[in-house]
């Protein structure tokens, strides 16, 4: 079984930052469960938006992208449902 790297963008790094901690944890761990397999049963693709997945933690949702060829999935944003695509 192949696992993929994860790589942060720096606004989504500086979001589990900001959080607290119990809340950073459950948004790492459901980005560890994507290291297994990047397309999980809760994950949606965003309209109109080519390669771009979201995943959802309570209020809280994941954007992110993935990489086949390199193994790699790219965390794009991650915030609130009401200003994630902004």
């Known amino acids: 079984m192949v696992t993929f790297d994860v790589?942060?963008?720096?606004?989504?790094?500086?979001?589990?930052?900001?959080?607290?901690?119990?809340?950073?944890?459950?948004?790492?761990?459901?980005?560890?469960?994507?290291?297994?397999?990047?397309?999980?049963?809760?994950?949606?693709?965003v309209e109109g938006s080519k390669g771009l997945f979201r995943i959802r933690v309570g209020d809280y949702r994941i954007l992110y992208e993935v990489d086949y060829r390199n193994n790699l999935i790219g965390v794009i944003k991650i915030d609130k449902r009401r200003r994630i695509y902004d």
């Open 7 to 45: 790589s942060y963008s720096s606004r989504s790094r500086k979001f589990l930052k900001k959080v607290d901690k119990i809340l950073a944890k459950r948004l790492v761990e459901k980005i560890e469960k994507l290291m297994e397999n990047p397309i999980i049963h809760d994950t949606k693709t």
